[in-house]
């Protein structure tokens, strides 16, 4: 939910000044060259929110493509498109179904949904939202922030020790509701791993493990192939990308806030994204998702 504080109000003030000037008219008159393609990725938007940025893209002339065209123009098998967007959204949160699949179907754009499988089998709410509310009743000392960077075995121990102590609702969709939403028609899904950790903090066999598992579990509950992959927090190394190859994914995505280029989309495990943020005015969205905001 939008919130009017200090930073919001004057990121707001700065963005409608960029818009003024003329910024966003230069993104659109690049992306039509061909440029660069869009990557924009979201969390857990209103549909309010997700809607004003499909709509704004389809009145600016933008393509919304599937990941199975983005791999194409990686692999040299299309040309790279002009005025083209790729959606996707991270973690697999229950909200997704009021908001991202009416939405995309509604507007038939294609998008991909990356979701750990642990969140969603388990009904756990998401470790960090542990943590937070542990935080606040003084459960653990522990931050997310300091949480995403310790070996993977200390964060889960301190997530089990928290949870077993505070009860919170699902957040991530069942199982039943990740198939329904494969099967309606434009929305995928792909692979966030299986607990959610920095893969960076992971040791070789951990990381082997959230990543091969959870493509595994996805291709049981769907029947059908997963071959897309979303590092949590956008972090990995050259191990990771290895991981990928070994286990049959054939793209990936990180955090970088970057547009992708003809140059960079040939490193098809590192597919930039520019992130749409929940809590934060639709005029500074525009200028985040255009990558106005990132590239100032």
Avoid at 186 to 193: A, D, F, K, L, W
Wanted: positive net charge; glycine residues 6%; proline residues 4%.
């Amino acid at each position: 939910m939008m919130q009017w504080n200090k930073r919001n109000i004057a990121a707001f003030l700065l963005c409608t000044w960029y818009i003024l000037s003329g910024k966003l008219r230069k993104v659109k008159k690049r992306a039509a060259r061909g440029e660069f393609i869009l990557s924009v990725y979201f969390h857990y938007p209103s549909r309010a929110l997700f809607e004003y940025c499909v709509r704004w893209f389809t009145k600016n002339g933008f393509r919304v493509i599937g990941l199975d065209e983005l791999e194409a123009v990686a692999r040299g098998e299309k040309p790279f498109p002009t005025s083209a967007v790729v959606l996707t959204a991270d973690d697999g949160w229950r909200s997704n179904l009021d908001s991202i699949v009416p939405v995309a179907n509604a507007y038939k754009v294609p998008v991909t949904i990356f979701a750990s499988t642990r969140p969603i089998e388990t009904g756990e709410a998401y470790w960090w939202s542990y943590i937070a509310a542990g935080g606040e009743k003084g459960l653990t000392k522990q931050s997310v922030s300091a949480l995403k960077h310790v070996p993977n075995a200390e964060r889960l121990a301190e997530v089990s020790k928290v949870r077993a102590g505070l009860e919170l609702p699902r957040e991530a969709m069942t199982i039943e509701e990740l198939q329904q939403t494969s099967r309606s028609g434009y929305v995928h899904i792909g692979s966030h791993t299986v607990t959610h950790p920095m893969l960076t903090a992971c040791d070789d066999d951990t990381a082997s493990y959230e990543i091969s598992e959870s493509g595994k579990i996805l291709r049981n509950w769907l029947s059908k192939e997963v071959p897309y992959f979303a590092y949590p927090n956008g972090a990995f190394t050259e191990r990771d990308i290895r991981l990928l190859k070994a286990h049959g994914y054939r793209m990936a995505f990180s955090t970088e806030q970057t547009y992708v280029t003809p140059d960079n989309i040939k490193n098809i495990y590192a597919i930039p994204r520019f992130d749409v943020l929940e809590t934060v005015s639709f005029t500074e969205n525009l200028c985040r998702m255009t990558g106005v905001w990132f590239n100032r």
